[in-house]
Structure formats: structure tokens, C-alpha cells
């Protein structure tokens, strides 16, 4: 059976969300979300997702596929600046 790579949020020391927007306290930093960030963190809450998972997710809660491009697109790059930020893990399940 292969692998199936999930994400989950990382432990935060602390997080705020104002207007859309999120800032997350880390051990060592502050971090500062807008756009997509903290529609991912919200979908995400404690559960661990596919990246089909998410997209589904997030596109229902906005609306609609974006204008300038394919969700998947969106999400997944989305995802990826979570994961270099330290926001969220990749697991495999």
C-alpha cells in the first residue's frame, strides 16, 4: 500500500486571528498570515488532510476556484510556504 502524504498543524505557542488575518507565535518567532494561511490553519483545525482534502475544503469555504489560476495550484503553494514557515507537518499515513 503506498504511502498517502497528509498535512497537520504544527504545535503554536500562540495564534491570533483579526479581519482574515493571523499572526502565529512560535517558540522562537512571530508570524504573520494573510491571504490563504489562515483559511489552511481553519480547515486544517486538528485534523490531518490530503492536499485534495484541503482544496476541497478551502474552495468550498471561499466560493469558487480563483480567477488567476487552478485551486490545486493555489493551495498546494499555499502549503508549501506553511510547511517552510514550520506551520504545518507532512506526514505520511
Known amino acids: ?6 498535512y497537520q498543524r504544527a504545535d503554536y505557542v500562540d495564534e491570533l486571528n483579526i479581519d482574515g488575518e493571523s499572526v502565529v507565535l512560535l517558540q522562537s518567532r512571530a508570524i504573520r498570515l494573510g491571504g490563504l494561511g489562515p483559511v489552511i490553519l481553519a480547515v486544517l483545525g486538528s485534523a490531518k488532510l490530503t492536499v485534495t482534502e484541503i482544496v476541497s475544503a478551502v474552495t468550498e469555504q471561499l466560493g469558487g476556484a480563483p480567477a488567476d489560476g487552478s ?8 502549503i508549501a510556504a506553511l510547511v517552510d514557515e514550520s506551520l504545518l507537518i507532512k506526514v505520511e499515513n
Do not use: F, K, L, P
Open 1 to 6: 500500500m503506498t504511502a498517502q502524504i497528509r
Open 71 to 78: 485551486a490545486e495550484a493555489v493551495v498546494e503553494s499555499a
